[in-house]
């Protein structure tokens, strides 16, 4: 997975682990077309052509009734019936396949019609190896206005150290269109312990099996089918899907110089606690930020006022807050932490 030479070392290749987070959710004026249009109709062959254009692969994929889900040779794609989730890593160039990607769910499904678009990621390590227009918030904001007017855009955290960028439509949502439930939690995690990271790695662990069940990832959410990959010589990414449409990808960058994790999910849940605990129990990071999205159709409608609460993780006594913020958006809610673990 590792392309580029790290400035400080002639031995470790970096790797930027922060992933480009794409999510849109497609929808028509014509009834016929929304009823009978599938992002799935969309044949493999025209997926590999797009991703070409993000400069990364199709490793391998698990369907289900509701969802396709692939792993990339940098992250994850997911397809259900009018929604997208692109999710790549690297130096990977999602925003340059927007044009081509429009005109593929036309063709194909009907959808003319963008419902919401959100997109997302954590501020970059070394954001100087990123190729146009991923290099700067402000230069990806202004390729997305081209495609979605009257999107806005948002930059949660600290500019000068730990932030989260947000770009949405936070439109009305059309009246005729029926309401369903939507939530989305992520985790994304930095310095993280060594000797976890380790099984990652072709040294410590001989399959992606292996990993998922020596580092206890296989128990994060039960009844998930798993499909996961470990890279040569480490690097780890994997899909987990339910029977009834819920996803959970995570992917790790486990060099100890850059060392990354994220982890996604939309399981709905009235409280996200004890998924949290149980992934910072996993892969013990010293720092972390937390998102949660819930419409308020979801279960989860409340999840994002609890991550606003003082008391919120911090009976296990290892964690500071540091930051948070609360969004109030036409359809969603959205609260983004920031925390670091106090000092041993």
């Known amino acids: 997975m590792a392309t580029t030479k790290d400035d400080s070392t002639d031995s470790v290749q970096f790797f930027e682990g922060v992933e480009k987070l794409l999510e849109i959710w497609f929808t028509s004026s014509s009834s016929i077309n929304r009823k009978q249009g599938d992002l799935r109709q969309i044949p493999q062959w025209k997926w590999q052509s797009l991703l070409k254009i993000v400069r990364c692969e199709i490793i391998s994929i698990c369907r289900t009734e509701h969802v396709d889900a692939y792993v990339l040779s940098e992250s994850s794609m997911f397809l259900s019936k009018r929604r997208l989730i692109l999710k790549t890593c690297g130096t990977t160039t999602p925003l340059q396949c927007l044009e081509p990607l429009l005109e593929l769910i036309k063709e194909y499904t009907g959808f003319e019609e963008v419902e919401n678009v959100f997109y997302s990621r954590k501020n970059y390590k070394k954001p100087e190896l990123q190729i146009s227009p991923h290099q700067a918030f402000e230069e990806e904001v202004g390729l997305l206005d ?12 600290s500019v000068d150290s730990d932030c989260w ?17 939507d939530q989305t939690l992520e985790i994304l995690m930095t310095h993280l312990d060594p000797e976890i990271m380790a099984l990652f790695t ?3 662990c001989s399959s992606a099996d292996e990993a998922t069940q020596k580092s206890g990832i296989d128990k994060l959410i039960p009844n998930m089918i798993i499909d996961d990959f470990l890279f040569e010589p480490c690097g780890y ?7 009834n449409g819920n996803y959970m990808t995570i992917h790790i960058t486990p060099e100890p110089e850059f060392s990354y994790v994220s982890f996604e999910s939309n399981i709905p849940e009235a409280s996200y606690e004890e998924i949290i605990r149980r992934v910072l129990n996993t892969f013990k990071p010293k720092k972390f930020v937390v998102t949660v999205f819930a419409n308020k159709e979801s279960i989860a409608a409340s999840c994002p006022r609890d991550l606003e609460q003082t008391d919120f993780l911090k009976c296990s006594g290892d964690w500071l807050r540091t930051d948070v913020q609360y969004c109030r958006f036409k359809n969603y809610d959205l609260t983004c932490a920031f925390y670091s673990r106090f000092p041993s």
């Open 146 to 157: 081209t495609f979605f007017p009257g999107g806005e855009a948002y930059c949660l955290g």
């Open 165 to 181: 960028y947000l770009y949405t439509l936070n439109k009305e949502k059309s009246v005729d269109e029926p309401s369903e439930p």
């Open 202 to 204: 072709r040294d410590v």
């Open 237 to 243: 990414s994997m899909n987990g899907v339910s029977k």
